[in-house]
């Protein structure tokens, strides 16, 4: 096989000419050709992100994270109320003049426990946590207290209930003035 | 001429099986290079190959239990609707109602008994150094193989829709709360912030990608179900058809230690 380049040479000024304008040329391709890769590569990942994006719902069926719940009056001491655990995943409990809103998910692993009104506490059937009535976990595995939830008193005199801000004791939270209600 | 030449020689057998039968050595090697299924084998292979002291088949245990949960999977999809009202009945009918209902106790059976046996094949290639030089890129396809099948086993674990399911998923699925930088209790998440707007939350962060809620509900059940029933299943099928090739391609089942 001729080695490369064994062509004959063209004429010296002809090839100098001619290479300025293949180099011409070749900036021109080069400069398409970088181009439309650049737009595939940035359409390509484009598509790829919102992709990702797609599998993440934008309208989500779940209760509102902001509920009334009644009149403070309402209210008795000592009393854990588990209307809204259903709907909402919150127990509401007053101890002497001090209501407020306990989140129902298990500290441990996130089941939900039940209240046992003769035993005066909250058990996690799961792996058997147990939290006093005021939230606070005292057997089992659960590594800190129940979380609150935000409430206060709306224009109407009702309680709010606001899911979306929670208060954790053991990062000093419940003695923020919107963790529980005083009366 | 007898029943059994009479069909070898008709034009029918001729058209699929083009070599006469396998009873001597050449026609051995060629039936076996030009049937679909029996070429997916190696025609010679070394006695250590079939050697039960050796592999104890596990890898070949792990494919058929893979075979038994297609095809019994594919049948339970005929009776079972992945949504709230119709889940945990369907699954109920299949116990009380539908004849040979026991396949989907197959499908159960089966499936605990593939977590099991696809460990032990990991155990058995550990033991036996076949994880060395040229066969560690299939040690790495084995342990993508081992999460895709961990990760079989746990959404088709929700689908059932009982309590044990539910709590189980909530509870297995917390743990993706804590994933660095993509749970929203995860380390670092809390610095993912633009313009003092959060990037991760509860509703942004990986356990929201995976139960497409806040919560194990319906979106969680459908998500669970497709990828399960068709995600899953086809991503372990062309690892699987990668990792017998790389048996083959890495020189057969690994020589004597
Ligand atoms: C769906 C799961 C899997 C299937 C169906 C499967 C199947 C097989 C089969 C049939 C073999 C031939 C030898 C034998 O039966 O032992 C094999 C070999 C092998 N497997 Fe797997 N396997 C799976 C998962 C894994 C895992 C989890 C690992 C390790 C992380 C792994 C690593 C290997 C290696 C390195 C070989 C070559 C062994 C040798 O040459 O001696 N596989 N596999
Ligand atoms: S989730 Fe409540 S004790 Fe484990």
């Given at each position: 096989m001729p080695p490369l380049g064994s062509k004959p040479a063209p004429a010296k000024p002809a090839a100098k000419a001619g290479s300025d304008r293949r180099g011409f040329f070749y900036t021109i391709f080069a400069t398409w050709f970088g181009a439309a890769w650049a737009a595939f590569t940035v359409s390509l990942a484009a598509m790829t992100l919102g992709t990702v994006r797609f599998l993440f719902p934008n309208v989500l069926a779940e209760p509102p994270s902001t509920f009334k719940a009644g009149t403070p009056e309402q209210y008795e001491p000592g009393v854990v109320v588990e209307r809204y655990k259903q709907e909402y995943g919150v127990w509401i409990v007053r101890i002497d003049n001090q209501i407020f809103a306990l989140s129902t998910v298990c500290t441990h692993l996130g089941c939900t426990p039940n209240w046992l009104e003769n035993e005066q506490k909250f058990k996690c059937p799961c792996h058997g946590s147990g939290f006093y009535k005021d939230g606070v976990n005292f057997e089992g595995p659960a590594p800190r207290p129940l979380e609150r939830y935000k409430i206060s008193i709306g224009d109407d005199g009702q309680i709010v209930v606001d899911k979306s801000r929670k208060f954790q004791k053991e990062l000093g939270q419940w003695n923020d003035p919107d963790a529980s209600i005083t009366l | 001429m007898?029943?059994?030449?009479?069909?070898?020689?008709?034009?029918?057998?001729?058209?699929?099986?083009?070599?006469?039968?396998?009873?001597?050595?050449?026609?051995?090697?060629?039936?076996?290079?030009?049937?679909?299924?029996?070429?997916?084998?190696?025609?010679?292979?070394?006695?250590?190959?079939?050697?039960?002291?050796?592999?104890?088949?596990?890898?070949?245990?792990?494919?058929f239990l893979f075979l038994v949960e297609t095809v019994t999977g594919?049948?339970?999809?005929?009776?079972?609707?992945?949504?709230?009202?119709?889940?945990?009945?369907?699954?109920?009918?299949?116990?009380?109602?539908?004849?040979?209902?026991?396949?989907?106790?197959?499908?159960?059976?089966?499936?605990?008994?593939?977590?099991?046996?696809?460990?032990?094949?990991?155990?058995?290639?550990?033991?036996?150094?076949?994880?060395?030089?040229?066969?560690?890129?299939?040690?790495?396809?084995?342990?993508?193989?081992?999460?895709?099948?961990?990760?079989?086993?746990?959404?088709?674990?929700?689908?059932?829709?009982?309590?044990?399911?539910?709590?189980?998923?909530?509870?297995?699925?917390?743990?993706?709360?804590?994933?660095?930088?993509?749970?929203?209790?995860?380390?670092?998440?809390?610095?993912l912030v633009i313009g003092g707007v959060e990037l991760i939350h509860s509703g942004s962060d990986a356990r929201f990608a995976l139960l497409g809620q806040r919560f194990v509900g319906e979106m969680t059940l459908l998500r669970f179900y497709v990828?399960?029933?068709?995600?899953?299943?086809?991503?372990?099928?062309?690892?699987?058809?990668?990792?017998?090739?790389?048996?083959r391609k890495d020189g057969g089942i690994s020589g004597p230690l």
């Open positions: - | 007898s029943v059994g030449d009479f069909i070898r020689n008709s034009q029918v057998w001729k058209s699929i099986f083009r070599h006469p039968a396998p009873r001597d050595r050449r026609n051995r090697v060629v039936v076996m290079l030009t049937n679909f299924f029996l070429h997916l084998h190696p025609v010679s292979i070394r006695k250590q190959g079939i050697a039960l002291s050796y592999t104890w088949c596990m890898g070949g245990i792990t494919f594919v049948l339970l999809m005929f009776y079972y609707r992945p949504t709230l009202e119709h889940a945990y009945n369907d699954i109920v009918t299949l116990g009380q109602v539908t004849t040979l209902g026991v396949l989907r106790e197959l499908h159960r059976w089966g499936a605990h008994a593939m977590v099991i046996t696809i460990w032990l094949h990991m155990y058995r290639v550990f033991l036996t150094g076949s994880y060395k030089p040229p066969r560690e890129f299939n040690w790495v396809v084995g342990v993508i193989l081992l999460v895709l099948t961990l990760l079989l086993s746990f959404t088709g674990y929700l689908l059932p829709w009982d309590q044990l399911a539910i709590w189980a998923i909530t509870v297995g699925s917390n743990m993706a709360r804590a994933t660095p930088l993509l749970g929203h209790e995860g380390p670092g998440a809390k610095f990828l399960h029933c068709i995600a899953l299943p086809l991503a372990v099928a062309l690892l699987i058809a990668i990792h017998f090739w790389r048996v």
